[in-house]
């Protein structure tokens, strides 16, 4: 892989991004964070148009390329955060139970923030996902809780300091795609081989596309999939994907991320990506998704306008700027359909009850420090 190409075509990115005054270098903050003090966030999911898989630095988890994605609110998460200044061990519970899982997951980016801002605390969080679905992979779940936790946490290390830019940055160590979760709209999150870890964060770059009509057929999948990054990266056809993803990044900057081509970018992605991880012997459909996605390929046939995308998973999202197509398509399978939609505001119905509920389960694993 020619590295020092992806690190000129991707400065060349940054540069154009800058004069547009959409990004800027994260601020030096420094923490702050209050003993007893509960900070909240929240996280919606979105799906990637311009997609990415593989970490050129991961440390860092700076990607080898910009990704690129639009809002969805199939799920939204909440998340609560304490910092416990004589604590020696950091602790998750997600959805009413604890998680070794999540706190795996989380160790990277909480040893990260104790190294960066001169801590030597633990951390405390409660998380809770909130969804329209009951069990499905590919619904940029991830997505949300990052962005969720790291708003908590921003909150909690920075108060008032704390903007979107920065929350972009912590979440970033969690999960890459986190880094655009936070922005509501259309997301740029610009990553390169090289980059100023600063720089490397999300930024909004345009609304939610006008006219959009979207929604999701969820499909569940018990393929394992916490290995994509280093499977992609594996891959004798990783550096090609890698490279020709520059030019239709500049192409969508020159169009102002126009719908119709997002659209399409994130279909042939799809592909994409499904083929890069089958050349590593990972297979992310399933005999349902691969049946529906032929039935939208013929449709499509006689139907201009509609597109699908996916990630890793067999959850397969369809968008277009006529709506009737996705209604006369969905009515033509079996498959649970999910509409989507621009609710942004629907964990203002939890909150409430969520915060009450993670002050008290906080409470206890404060009295129950070591």
């Known amino acids: 892989m020619n590295i020092e190409s992806l690190t000129s075509e991707g ?23 209050e003993e007893a003090t509960t900070a909240f966030g929240v996280g919606y999911p979105m799906k990637a148009m311009e997609k990415f898989l593989g970490y050129y630095d991961n440390s860092l988890k700076i990607a080898y390329n910009p990704s690129i994605s639009i809002s969805t609110d199939f799920s ?5 955060c304490r910092y416990i200044a004589r604590g ?61 936790v790291a708003m908590a946490m921003s909150m909690l290390l920075f108060q008032s300091e704390a903007d979107e830019s920065i929350i972009s940055e912590l979440a970033r160590f969690v999960s ?19 980059i100023s870890h600063r720089m490397c964060h999300a930024a909004r770059v345009a609304d939610f596309p006008k006219g959009l009509k979207y929604g ?46 997002l659209l399409a970018r994130g279909q042939q992605e799809m592909y994409n990506l499904n083929a890069i991880m089958l050349s590593g012997s990972v297979f992310l459909q399933t005999s349902e998704s691969l049946k529906l996605i032929r039935a939208l390929q013929e449709f499509q046939k006689s139907n201009e306008g509609i ?22 398509f969905a009515s033509s399978v079996e498959d649970v359909y999910l509409p989507g939609g621009q609710d942004f505001s629907q964990h203002n119905k939890s909150n409430i009850a969520f915060r009450s509920e993670a002050e008290s389960v906080l409470n206890d694993m404060a009295r129950n420090v070591q």
């Not at 400065?11 to 964070?33: C, F, H, N, W, Y």
């Not at 939204?76 to 609560?80: H, K, R, T, V």
């Open 11 to 33: 400065r060349k990115i940054e540069r154009r991004l800058m004069d547009l005054g959409v990004i800027r270098e994260t601020r030096s903050l420094e923490a702050r964070p």
């Open 216 to 261: 999701i057929f969820p499909k569940s999948s018990s393929v394992m999939t916490s290995s994509a990054h280093r499977i992609a990266v594996a891959s004798g056809f990783y550096s090609s994907w890698v490279k020709s993803k520059y030019p239709v990044l500049n192409d969508l900057l020159d169009s102002s991320f126009e719908t119709s081509m």
């Open 76 to 80: 939204y998460c909440l998340s609560a």
């Open 88 to 148: 020696s061990n950091d602790r998750v519970f997600l959805d009413g139970e604890e998680s070794q899982l999540y706190l795996e997951r989380a160790k990277h980016a909480l040893d990260y923030v104790r190294n960066a801002y001169g801590l030597s605390g633990s951390f405390h969080f409660y998380i809770r996902r909130y969804r329209k679905y009951t069990d499905a992979k590919g619904m940029s779940e991830s997505a949300s809780v990052a962005t969720s």
């Open 176 to 194: 890459g795609s986190g880094t655009r979760g936070i922005f509501r709209g259309t997301a740029f999150w610009l990553s390169y081989p090289g």
């Open 307 to 328: 597109f699908l995308t996916g990630d890793t998973g067999p959850s397969i999202m369809v968008a277009s700027l006529d709506g009737s197509l996705i209604r006369e």
